[in-house]
């Protein structure tokens, strides 16, 4: 699996709460959720981003609450994969059973910029910022994770099991 996107940097700690604020939590639909993601840390998120593109960020993203909806609203915007120093448990779970490819690089964390051009690796373990022409390597994603993130999440993994 690789992922090619630009990057959109953040600091450390980003909550939960401002990655879809509370008052959003009753929406269901996708489209209608994605028109908040982020707006209360970048209100202009949305309007640097494209489809793909990649979030960056310092240690514990995802931190606070264990929303779903919080993974799911990145998602169903496009992003391509979240590359931090470090990410809050559950955060982190929530973002592989929805098919939300999280990666945990130190290294490339503190050394990417927005809107360097990266290309992901999941199996291959690595981050290269083609802007900088940088490799960073990170731990290999387990097995079973990857199969999860290709099928696009748990529930379709499962159903794809179901079906074998």
């Known amino acids: 699996m690789i992922i090619k996107g630009k990057a959109i940097k953040y600091g450390n700690d980003v909550n939960t709460d401002v990655i879809l604020p509370g008052r959003y939590l009753h929406l269901t639909d996708p489209e209608e959720m994605v028109k908040h993601v982020l707006e209360d840390l970048d209100p202009d998120f949305l309007k640097k981003f494209h489809i793909g593109d990649v979030v960056v960020a310092g240690r514990n993203f995802g931190c606070g609450s264990s929303r779903e909806q919080a993974v799911m609203c990145l998602k169903y915007a496009g992003v391509g994969c979240i590359v931090a120093k470090s990410f809050a448990r559950i955060f982190y779970r929530n973002a592989i ?61 499962l159903k794809k099991l179901g079906e074998e």
């Open 97 to 157: 059973n929805q098919g939300l490819p999280v990666v945990e690089s130190p290294d490339a964390a503190d050394i990417i910029d927005s809107g360097d051009e990266l290309e992901i690796d999941i199996n291959e373990g690595f981050i290269v910022d083609k802007t900088k022409n940088l490799r960073f390597s990170f731990h290999p994603i387990p097995g079973f994770i990857k199969k999860i993130l290709e099928a696009g999440g748990l529930i379709p993994r």
